[in-house]
């Protein structure tokens, strides 16, 4: 069933109004019509309905709820990504698939050896565009939020968020003594108690060392992932995938 995402102010009187960029995907890209159900989801408290549609208006769908339903798809687990700037459509693909993995945010990073250096008059035009690829992949993949995608930060701007989190991983290629394995075991214990986790990942051409020395002199965590270098746009999925295994839901509630 095809999901889509408002906020409180478009629920009244037990009717739901879509209207934006879904208004055009329901009614020509998907070929709804009167009667049909669709799953919506009110961003702001969470709350998943099936909607049957009522009418269809030229900038507007107007749906009927049929009833509430109970949806868990979030994970226990909170995530944010902060993510070296890569080259080309890379940073689209992080996004995508970290979100589908459960991530709850991604932030860019400009580090020293970003190769992408992106103009202060588009960067906003930058984060919408990201913002909307979020969105596109919280439908898709079934979310009830749609990950927030910041405004881009640079290194000073991790160390002094580094206390709101319960952990900081920092994956470096030139660590070789402490593991993931080893860290996720430090916190294992706290696993049904909602995990704040913060990841920090280097462009193409990794972290500089002051950058380094200067995030774990603020707590961060320097990890090894083993002894192959991985992509920039490896690093976020396989991170991700191993803490939602470990401390989520990724692979079922035991």
């Not at 934006?20 to 995907?25: A, L, Q, S």
């Not at 990504?81 to 991604?106: N, R």
């Not at 909307?132 to 919280?138: G, L, Q, R």
Request: some cysteine; charged content about 30%.
């Amino acid at each position: 069933m095809p999901k889509f995402f408002v906020e409180s102010e478009q629920i009244k009187d037990n009717k739901i109004f879509i209207i934006g960029e879904d208004v055009n995907h329901i009614k020509n890209v998907l070929r709804l019509n009167i009667d049909d159900d669709i799953q919506v989801c009110n961003v702001d408290t969470q709350t998943n309905y099936t909607c049957g549609i009522a009418k269809l208006n030229n900038d507007s769908i107007e749906c009927n709820i049929l009833k509430q339903i109970l949806s868990e798809n979030e994970p226990n687990v909170y995530i944010n990504v902060f993510q070296g700037i890569p080259k080309a459509d890379k940073m689209e693909l992080i996004i995508q698939k970290s979100v589908e993995l459960g991530v709850c945010e991604i932030t860019p990073v400009e580090t020293k050896r970003c190769v992408v250096k992106i103009d202060e008059k588009v960067k906003q035009k930058k984060i919408d565009r990201w913002q909307k690829i979020s969105e596109v992949a919280a439908k898709q993949c079934g979310r009830d939020i749609v990950p927030k995608i910041n405004y881009i930060a640079n290194i000073k701007n991790i160390c002094n968020l580094i206390t709101e989190y319960d952990i900081v991983l920092l994956a470096y290629e030139n660590e070789q003594v402490n593991t993931l394995k080893s860290e996720l075991s430090k916190i294992k214990n706290t696993k049904n108690k909602d995990l704040k986790i913060a990841i920090i990942i280097g462009p193409e051409g990794g972290l500089d060392k002051e950058e380094v020395d200067y995030l774990k002199e603020n707590g961060a965590k320097v990890i090894t992932l083993g002894k192959r270098i991985l992509r920039t746009e490896t690093v976020a999925f396989v991170l991700t995938s191993i803490i939602m295994y470990e401390l989520g839901d990724l692979g079922g509630i035991i």
